[in-house]
């Protein structure tokens, strides 16, 4: 499948909302197959702003969707949705997020020991203006993931920020 039939087929999910949350996943989707089903949440370091994230299994298992919300007390926070997918001919996760004010990553993921890596990826906004980030998402038992994500920069890389996030009740 060419990627632009494969953005419109992910797209198309999403506005339609075709969802299998019990479905069982691609085996090489298995890394990310616990967040499946459930909401996650986390706090940022300021102890006001939320990260919340909701996941559920498209089209019986071969695609999982993650709806991203940012909530802030004080201005207006953002909201995103990430599809992930295994690209048979890169043999790899790879992933598109898609936030409300227009900007777009585009990027990998790989399963490891105690959860996903995510290498380093671009984030473009609406007008052009890009960073290169890279992240991991660390499990902690079964009921919550640390998520930590690094930004780069002219001297290197440096933590963005850091959370525990966990699982919420249904």
């Not at 019990?22 to 197959?33: F, G, T, V």
């Not at 490891?112 to 890596?117: F, K, N, P």
């Not at 906004?125 to 890279?134: H, L, Q, S, V, W």
Request: aromatic share 12%.
């Amino acid at each position: 499948m060419n990627t632009t039939k494969l953005r419109s087929a992910l797209l198309l999910a999403a506005l339609l909302g075709v969802t299998a949350s019990q479905a069982e996943p691609n085996a090489a989707l298995q890394p990310m197959a616990f967040l499946a089903g459930h909401c996650w949440k986390g706090t940022f370091a300021d102890g006001k702003t939320t990260d919340e994230h909701c996941f559920e299994w498209l089209y019986g298992g071969k695609f999982l969707r993650d709806r991203h919300v940012v909530r802030r007390p004080d201005k207006p926070g953002h909201v995103g949705e990430t599809f992930y997918w295994y690209d048979a001919e890169a043999r790899r996760i790879d992933y598109v997020y898609l936030e409300d004010s227009g900007a777009v990553s585009r990027g990998s993921a790989a399963g490891v020991a105690d959860g996903v890596d995510f290498p380093a990826a671009r984030y473009v906004g609406e007008k052009g203006d890009a960073m290169t980030y890279r992240s991991r998402w660390t499990r902690v038992g079964d009921t919550a993931y640390e998520a930590h994500a690094e930004g780069q920069t002219k001297d290197g890389w440096a933590t963005m920020w850091k959370m525990k996030l966990e699982r919420q009740a249904k």
